[in-house]
């Protein structure tokens, strides 16, 4: 049974910097995608970013390009999500995915991920 379960949310200033982490746990998971989603309060789960576990390929949206970076320890089953430049409509609970796929099609559909964490709210302050 795979579990996801993510850490690191906060409140923040905005400038400042966050970094997120995702414990995997059930299986390995070589083969899969593991991606990181955000919601904000009245509004649709988005994409963030993906990273293959093996190999390591990362992929962003554009509006996160450039300020998050999305890696992997495959020593100890977690995924990051480093936060820089943080903006105010960064707010959001983000979340953790996973998905296994034998091919490297880029995934930024919710539905395309069977596996969910909770949750961990990150708040930046303008």
């Known amino acids: 049974q795979v579990q996801l379960v993510e850490s690191g949310g906060g409140l923040v200033q905005a400038g400042g910097s966050l970094r997120l982490s995702c414990v995997a746990s059930?299986?390995?998971?070589?083969?899969?995608?593991m991606a990181w989603f955000r919601q904000a309060p009245g509004k649709e789960r988005e994409f963030v970013a993906r990273i293959r576990w093996s190999g390591g390929t990362t992929y962003y949206a554009d509006t996160v390009k450039g300020r998050f970076t999305i890696s992997r320890d495959s020593a100890k089953n977690t995924v990051y999500l480093q936060m820089n430049s943080l903006k105010p409509e960064d707010t959001a609970v983000y979340y953790c995915a996973a998905a296994y796929y034998s091919d490297y099609v880029v995934r930024t559909v919710p539905a395309d991920y069977g596996y969910w964490g909770q949750g961990t709210q990150v708040t930046v302050s303008s």
């Open positions: 059930g299986r390995t998971f070589r083969g899969y995608a």
